[in-house]
C-alpha cells in the first residue's frame, strides 16, 4: 500500500475514533448530570416541574463545552460536533421515548438543533483560535 493511502487510512481512522468517543462521552455525561433523575417535583399548588433542576442542566452543558471544546482542539472538529449531537440526541430519545404524548421526539427535535449549532459554534471558535496560535509571527 502506498504511503499516501496509508496516511489517508490513519487519518480516517482518527475521524472515526473522535466521533465515537465524543458520543461515548456526551451519552455518558448526560446519564451522569440527567439520566438517574427521573422524578418531578410537585408544588404546593398542584403543578409539577422537573424532572431536572437548573444545576443539572448547567452542570451538562459546561462539561460537554470543556469537553468538546479540547476535543476539537485535539482531534477533529466536525467530527466532534457529529458526535456530541448524536450522543445527546440518542440519551434524550432513550430516556424521554416512554412519553405516551409524543412529545419526547420534538424535545429530541430541539436538543439535536440546539446541540449541533452550539457545538458547531464552540468548534468554530476553537479552530479560529487554534489557527491563530499556529501562526507564525511576523
Known sequence: MPVAGAAAETRGMKRLVT?????????????????????????????????YEAWQVIGLGLVMLV???????????????????????????????????GLWAVGASMICVGTFMASSFVAAIVTLIRQAAQRPVA
Do not use: I, K
Open 19 to 51: 466521533l465515537l468517543l465524543t458520543f461515548v462521552a456526551a451519552v455518558a455525561n448526560y446519564a451522569a448530570w440527567l439520566g438517574w433523575d427521573q422524578t418531578r417535583d410537585v408544588h404546593p399548588d398542584g403543578s409539577t416541574t422537573g424532572p
Open 67 to 101: 469537553a468538546g471544546a479540547y476535543a476539537a482542539w485535539r482531534w477533529y472538529p466536525a467530527m466532534v460536533v457529529l458526535g456530541v449531537t448524536a450522543g445527546l440526541t440518542f440519551a434524550v430519545s432513550y430516556d424521554w421515548s416512554d412519553d405516551e404524548t
